[in-house]
């Protein structure tokens, strides 16, 4: 009965906790996150109690207590470790800090904490933490690793806070191995009320083209490769779902991520929105408070209707990977800029970042705009489209070409392109008509924009160059008033290379074609051979 009796005698707080931490530790070991932190949490639990009692008692063991607050520590920490497996950094950023208080110079806190600052680019504060893990004695055997984490830390801050992106090397390699590491970055820019739609995003100073305005991390991307079958409809839907549970998933876990999110338009009474800091924005942003309220799925759901881009927009080039994917992602202050006919931005995409920058000159206080669809096109398929997209553009361009359009002459220059007239004779009629109607500067921009097929068509049909000849105006000449009006393209960068490549290019010509290039890939590709490699008129398509 004795050994039985003992069978049956409950385990002392002491046994149960060696029992947790053995399991809970097992667990870790496996790589069962959701499980270790399930018993981490029991032991923790079990250890804070056990730490009140003894320190109550009349004679507290100190040597006993001490015991208690290193297990403690070590157990928060490994519950942090577990918890950013799951991308729950909330939870398990303040599981670092509880440690840290017990304990300030925790070597396995400290790497833990730093690892997650990272991922949230809080960049200084993780470099922070590693130089002082560095010098524990643990950090002997992680050594090279550790110094690894304190490089790339002062590597993006050092972007982060200048802007100084080189994409070059990586693209003179092929787009070997991974996409760069890329910090968050925010330039001379901020969030107002805009005329065209709700609020956007507007440069606080004058800007050449090409310059970097921002660079931001996706919340959440969804990737694939389309199917012939059904137009991949199918396939986009299930992408589309399961990107939408990785947004709400990644709400959930990260306070930041939630508040972040709540920022964005959900397509209601967007007008009564407040235009959110730049701060909130930047890497070093201050912690925020708790929302205080749940993450909705129905609003995040309506927030990525409006709010979510795609990869193989007009505006957009992705470099380093397959054509054949579709891609869908959700990148918060992109999501602020709004489009325009006669947009001034454009953007990169590499891994899960997204580079804005001036696809042409901008002023200080100019609204960033991007292309949401093919701007090279007439009023009347650009209408269509906007239609497509739920709204009616009412850009400075717009507003121009509704008056050119009533002209009788316009509507027969386009009914005439429609029915297959003469290219050349439609841009000579185009061009003189601009003449008489004394139509100067941007103006001509927009004009050519919105009948580019016809020039394109002309100046890649040696044909047409030789019967009108002086006629029609120079490649150059269309194409930068084109590049002005509505930011450079690839397809207006390939019309002007093709014009030179036959006769050899000039030095002056080469000169021209990298300014516009910077317009089409930006000053993030500062190599003029790499700059080169992607202006091969042969990787462009028409």
């Known amino acids: ?70 297990s403690l520590c070590l157990a928060l920490s490994n519950r942090a470790e577990a918890l950013s497996r799951l991308r729950d950094l909330t939870g398990a950023l303040k599981d670092c800090d509880q440690a840290l208080k017990i304990e300030s110079t925790h070597f396995k806190s400290l790497v833990c904490k730093g690892k997650i600052l990272l991922s949230l680019n809080r960049y200084s504060m993780a470099l922070d933490c590693f130089k002082t893990a560095v010098l524990d004695p643990q950090a002997s055997g992680n050594l090279e690793t550790l110094n690894g984490y304190v490089q790339k830390c002062k590597k993006l801050e050092f972007q982060s806070r200048t802007g100084a992106f080189d994409l070059s090397d990586w693209i003179l390699s092929g787009f070997r191995g991974k996409s760069p590491e890329l910090a968050e970055y925010t330039g001379p820019v901020q969030i107002k009320r805009s005329e065209l739609s709700g609020r956007g995003l507007f440069a606080t100073k004058n800007i050449d083209a090409g310059t970097l305005l921002l660079v931001t991390k996706a919340i959440a991307t969804e990737r694939g490769i389309l199917s012939s079958e059904d137009s991949g409809e199918n396939a986009r839907l299930v992408m589309w779902k399961n990107f939408v549970d990785k947004v709400v998933d990644s709400a959930t876990k990260c306070e930041r991520t939630h508040h972040l999110i709540s920022t964005l338009s959900s397509g209601e009474d967007e007008d009564k929105l407040e235009a959110p800091e730049m701060s909130l924005f930047r890497p070093e942003a201050e912690e925020i408070g708790e929302l205080n309220e749940k993450v909705d799925k129905v609003k995040i759901l309506n927030v990525l209707d409006v709010n979510s881009l795609v990869e193989d927009s007009v505006s957009a080039k992705v470099l380093g990977r397959n054509s054949d994917y579709y891609g869908v992602g959700l990148w918060v202050l992109a999501s602020f800029i709004n489009h325009s006919c006669n947009p001034n931005a454009r953007r990169l995409h590499v891994g899960d970042h997204v580079l804005v920058h001036a696809s042409r000159d901008v002023k200080a206080g100019e609204e960033i705009t991007f292309a949401y669809f093919d701007v090279l096109s007439p009023l009347s398929k650009r209408n269509e489209m ?132 910077r317009g089409v890939h930006g000053k993030v590709v500062k190599k003029q051979q790499a700059l080169r490699s992607l202006l091969d008129p042969g990787t462009h398509d028409a």
């Open 1 to 70: 009965m004795r050994e039985e009796d003992q069978l049956q005698q409950p385990l002392t707080p002491e046994e149960l906790m060696h029992e947790l931490r053995f399991k809970a530790t097992e667990l870790l070991l496996r790589e069962e996150w959701q499980e270790s932190v399930q018993v981490y949490t029991q032991f923790i639990n079990l250890c804070q109690d056990q730490i009140s009692v003894k320190s109550h008692q009349n004679h507290p063991d100190p040597d006993l207590l001490t015991k208690l607050q290193k």
């Open 386 to 517: 906007s239609k497509r997209w739920g709204f009616h553009c009412s850009c400075k361009r717009c507003k121009f070409e509704e008056e050119m359009c009533s002209k009788q002459e316009m509507k027969e220059i386009e009914i005439g392109l429609e029915r297959g007239i003469d290219v050349g004779s439609a841009i000579f009629r185009l061009e003189e008509g601009m003449r008489r109607w004394m139509v100067r500067g941007r103006g001509k921009g927009y004009m050519r924009a919105s009948f580019w097929a016809a020039y394109f068509e002309a100046y890649g049909s040696e044909k047409s160059v030789t019967r009108w000849g002086r006629r029609i105006p120079a490649v150059d000449i269309v194409v930068d008033s084109v590049a002005e009006a509505v930011g450079c393209d690839e397809r207006v960068l390939k019309v002007f290379m093709q014009a030179f490549r036959g006769n050899g290019v000039s030095l002056v010509d080469m000169e021209k074609s990298l300014k516009l290039g």
